[in-house]
């Protein structure tokens, strides 16, 4: 079975640093998609990044960037320059096309930019 | 286009009564998603449609719940009768498997059952 976990449940920053969120997942796949979404307190759930697992480059978007480590099931994001807005839950997700193509998601990381 | 849209996007109802939440996926996608969200829980998917057909209802809570999707533009998520304990916030997705890797979210709709 596929599995996401999110250890972190809590996490807070200092505005203008940066915070690493951490997600394994569990697969005997080998072609499979890997997203952060973010929620804020409006509930939108949001597409920060994503990581196709054939691609060894990890994916980058402007302050947004992952380190996707495929051996060890590991896809954590990095948040640079925290901005009071980047405050939301953090989900991790995954999905594959050959198999189900369900999407399954994390608990979620709560990240705190405190001013 | 303007997104997966739900609605309502708050339902207050009591006990007993019957709750139906509607979904428009965006034009052209053929994966459509239910999930439920909960502080416990998190983010449960509870059926999928492919081209407008049930794949995997397995994460359905129980009889009382039912979804369908008529046509590729609409689809129902029914729970009947409602309980306290089916409060919380319903999210519809899509997604078009051959170009779109990720899933896109309506706004959901937050059901609190009383």
């Known amino acids: 079975a596929q599995t996401v976990t999110q250890s972190q449940p809590e996490m807070s920053v200092q505005e203008a640093e940066t915070v690493t969120l951490s997600c394994t997942y569990d697969?005997?796949?080998?072609?499979?998609?890997l997203f952060w979404y973010k929620q804020p307190p409006s509930r939108q759930m949001i597409l920060v990044i994503r990581q196709e697992a054939y691609k060894q480059q990890n994916a980058t978007e402007n302050r947004f960037s992952v380190n996707f480590q495929k051996a060890a099931k590991s896809f954590s994001l990095k948040i640079s320059d925290s901005q009071l807005g980047d405050t939301a839950m953090y989900f991790c997700?995954?999905?594959?096309?050959?198999?189900?193509?369900?999407?399954?998601f994390g608990t979620g990381t709560s990240l705190t930019v405190i001013p | 286009d303007a997104g997966v849209i739900q609605s309502p996007r708050h339902e207050v109802t009591e006990m007993g009564q019957e709750v139906t939440l509607r979904c428009k996926p965006i034009s052209g996608h053929d994966y459509l998603f239910w999930y439920r969200q909960t502080m416990m829980r998190g983010l449960e998917l509870l059926i999928y449609f492919n081209n407008n057909v049930p794949i995997d209802d397995s994460g359905m809570p129980e009889d009382r719940f039912s979804a369908k999707m008529p046509n590729a533009s609409f689809s129902t998520l029914k729970i009947q009768p409602s309980e306290p304990r089916d409060s919380a916030v319903y999210f519809c997705?899509?997604?078009?498997?051959?170009?779109?890797?990720?899933?896109?979210f309506g706004q959901g709709t937050r059901l609190t059952v009383v």
């Open positions: 997700a995954f999905t594959q096309t050959n198999t189900g193509n369900q999407f399954y």
């Open positions: 697969t005997s796949e080998n072609n499979y998609y």
């Open positions: 997705a899509s997604c078009f498997r051959d170009t779109d890797t990720e899933a896109f």
